[in-house]
């Protein structure tokens, strides 16, 4: 299996991942999927970032552009307002906070970069829904966090035709990454995008293989946080999936997800730490040959 990297470069900053990290979501958003996560006024903002910071966020993860099926359409004026509001509250507060902006819209990641600073660019599209995405993260030197979909988000849930849903997955971050690594992109996270033009089951799937995407070579993405699969499996709601969310965070940390993207960042923590502990006692004393 390929020597996964476990660094990224965001700006002055080296983030460690050889620990799994929890991505905390900032959504500056009117209409996301999961209620609790929308944050409008600059109170909401304020709140939403202190409580993910204290709880224990190694990232931070703006988004200004719901992306869920059905989702209303937003101007590239109107998603940048609503993210540099965001940026403008963590630079403020947290001057060293790592972001990752969630967008794929070149020209967003422009006008944040130049005003704030570095981010890690968190693609939905990695790179089809504009063409000068990357060639903007190559220029600006940024980590790219690349998702799997199929169309666009409104589209999406009618393009989920796989004979392998794993195996198309890494053909497609395959061909994907010798492009993105020859336009000079140096930090790549890859993302199975789970919910995205995939089938409850598929995801599923996905999840309980999650572990041969690791043979690309990149920290691997997680984000499973109050998804279908989860609340549609339960017969409950995405405020009702907590607890589902954090029993599936087991099984992603277990398969070697090095991020985990959260709506709910204390309970992801502790999902790591429990997990670290765990895999700690499973591995003492073993001799390396041992070693799953």
């Known amino acids: 299996m390929m020597r996964v990297n476990t660094t990224l470069q965001v700006g002055d900053r080296l983030l460690d991942l050889s620990v ?3 991505m ?5 958003t009117p209409d996301s999927f999961f209620s609790g996560s929308r944050s409008t006024t600059g109170k909401q903002l304020r709140e939403r ?12 993860d703006v988004g200004g552009y719901s992306s869920r099926p059905g989702a209303a359409e937003v101007s590239p004026e109107e998603e940048f307002r609503r993210v540099e509001k965001a940026l403008e509250t963590i630079r403020t507060r947290y001057p060293d906070a790592v972001v990752s902006l ?5 020209r967003v990641v422009e006008k944040i ?8 660019v968190n693609d939905i599209s990695s790179g089809e829904l504009d063409p000068e995405m990357i060639p903007t993260v190559a220029r600006l030197n940024l980590p ?3 998702m799997h979909m199929r169309g666009t988000p409104s589209t999406m849930q009618s393009l989920t035709d796989y004979q392998d849903v794993t195996a198309e997955v890494i053909r497609y971050f395959s061909l994907k990454l010798e492009g993105w690594v020859q336009a000079g992109i140096d930090d790549i996270i890859l993302d199975p995008g789970f919910g995205f033009a995939k089938t ?9 293989r999650l572990s041969d995407l690791r043979i690309l070579g990149r920290p691997l993405l997680a984000g499973i946080s109050r998804k279908t699969m989860i609340w549609k499996t339960l017969g409950i709601t995405p405020e009702e999936a907590l607890n589902g969310t954090t029993a599936l965070h087991w099984e992603c940390l277990r398969q070697g997800a090095g991020i985990l993207r959260a709506h709910d960042v204390r ?3 502790e999902a790591v730490r429990l997990y670290q502990a765990f895999d700690r006692s499973r591995t003492k004393d073993k001799p390396l040959n041992q070693i799953p």
């Open 24 to 28: 905390g979501i900032v959504n500056v």
């Open 102 to 106: 969630d967008t794929f819209r070149a």
């Open 113 to 120: 970069v130049s005003r704030y600073g570095a981010v890690i």
């Open 20 to 22: 799994p990290v929890v």
């Open 49 to 60: 970032i202190d409580r993910a910071v204290g709880e224990g966020a190694g990232i931070l």
């Open 267 to 269: 309970q992801a923590v």
């Open 144 to 146: 790219y966090l690349a």
């Open 200 to 208: 409850v089951e598929q995801n599923f799937e996905l999840l309980g």
